[in-house]
């Protein structure tokens, strides 16, 4: 009944800068917060950033502080990440992700969410 799809990915070289699109669709989706994590070759899964739909606080991983922004547009159920200063360090398949709205989530925890997109590649060169 939730899916989610994630666009915007891409090759780009040190510094350079991404925008990561992710919109939900269905007509029951009431999720708390949604998030990006991202995941390297041979590494675990990391949380990246979260926003929450009510209040609009943000989230985010000490890697990507001060590089990356994310933010909504709650009309659209759309989530967005703006990642600038990009390093070779950021390379990974990156997903989105929605809880269930059944509880408030940590949101920093893979396992509190229940809706995931296929993921999106970003490369960055050195």
């Known amino acids: 009944q939730v899916q989610l799809v994630e666009s915007g990915g891409g090759l780009v070289q040190t510094g350079g800068s991404l925008r990561l699109s992710c919109t939900a669709s269905?007509?029951?989706?009431?999720?708390?917060?949604m998030g990006w994590f991202r995941q390297a070759p041979g590494k675990e899964r990391e949380f990246v950033a979260a926003?929450?739909?009510?209040?609009?606080?943000?989230y985010y991983a000490d890697s990507v502080n001060g590089r990356f922004t994310i933010s909504t547009d709650n009309a659209k159920n759309t989530v967005y990440l703006q990642m600038n200063g990009l390093k070779p360090e950021d390379t990974a398949v990156y997903y989105c992700?929605?809880?269930?709205?059944?509880?408030?989530?940590?949101?920093?925890?893979?396992?509190?969410?229940?809706?995931w997109g296929q993921g999106t590649q970003v490369t960055v060169s050195s």
């Open positions: 992700a929605a809880d269930s709205g059944r509880t408030v989530p940590v949101v920093t925890k893979d396992d509190e969410y229940d809706y």
């Open positions: 269905g007509r029951t989706f009431g999720s708390y917060a």
């Open positions: 926003i929450s739909r009510i209040g609009g606080s943000t």
